[in-house]
């Protein structure tokens, strides 16, 4: 298996986000996506995906249609998507995904958070070529064929297939396969999916460490008091590090 499976099993082991959490950042997407392409999924493959999120995390349909309405009003502000970049302690990499409608505000917070834990936020690219960019998309394992599968989808840009088991802490999920691309293919790799009739169960964007770092269980404290500050932010989508994952 390569680093997209590993990565994807050592983040399914760590529950940062409360499910209110999952919410916001989902109508977020919504409003951005609406922004840019209209209100109708049918014509809008980014609506449409962020759509597919929301039923992954049992997103209540209600607040779905209530988040698409709200992004048409033309008073409700955009987020726009920023990445910072910095340091933990003991020299650990950190990329941190937000969106955000105020930089202003999550510019002053983010710095914040490094500098109460003795971290700092570096400038643009300082950490970013640690990390390769990838999308990556979740349909159901069903009958499908894996080999015979990434075959049909390697001129869409693939790169990465592999079985992807339930959730167990979740009666809806279901045992599925994990596709992984290169970010820029997230639209062709869509559209080919789509057209091979496969159910797009979520999707999605990750930042995957080229490179991890092993740490002590005292230094691993240290960088997980910086983690927990900055994923409870609601400006914070993602939190990316180049540390090496418990065993």
Request: aromatic fraction near 8%; charged fraction near 35%.
């Amino acid at each position: 298996m390569g680093r997209a499976f590993e990565f994807r099993k050592a983040r399914k082991m760590k529950r940062w986000s409360a499910m209110s959490k999952a919410f916001t950042r989902i109508g977020k997407d919504i409003v951005i996506a609406v922004k840019e392409g209209g209100p109708d999924p049918e014509s809008n493959a980014k609506l449409r995906a962020v759509i597919q999120n929301a039923k992954a995390v049992n997103m209540p349909k209600a607040n779905v249609e209530r988040a698409i309405k709200k992004a048409t009003d033309k008073d409700t502000a955009n987020y726009e998507t920023v990445l910072f970049e910095g340091y933990a302690p003991h020299g650990i990499a950190v990329l941190v995904e937000t969106s955000t409608d105020n930089n202003n505000r999550t510019v002053a917070n983010v710095r914040s958070y490094f500098t109460k834990c003795d971290g700092n936020l570096s400038t643009s690219g300082s950490v970013e070529f640690m990390f390769d960019h990838k999308c990556h998309f979740r349909i159901p394992a069903g009958d499908v064929d894996l080999e015979e599968l990434e075959l049909e989808l390697i001129d869409f840009g693939a790169e990465e297939l592999f079985l992807d088991e339930k959730d167990e802490e979740d009666d809806n999920s279901v045992d599925g396969i994990m596709i992984y691309a290169e970010f820029q293919n997230y639209g062709a790799l869509q559209k080919g999916i789509e057209e091979l009739g496969h159910e797009i169960l979520s999707s999605g964007f990750e930042y995957i460490p080229t490179m991890q770092k092993e740490v002590t269980a005292e230094q691993r404290e240290d960088v997980e008091k910086l983690l927990e500050k900055l994923d409870e932010d609601d400006d914070v989508n993602n939190v990316y590090t180049t540390m090496q994952d418990e065993e």
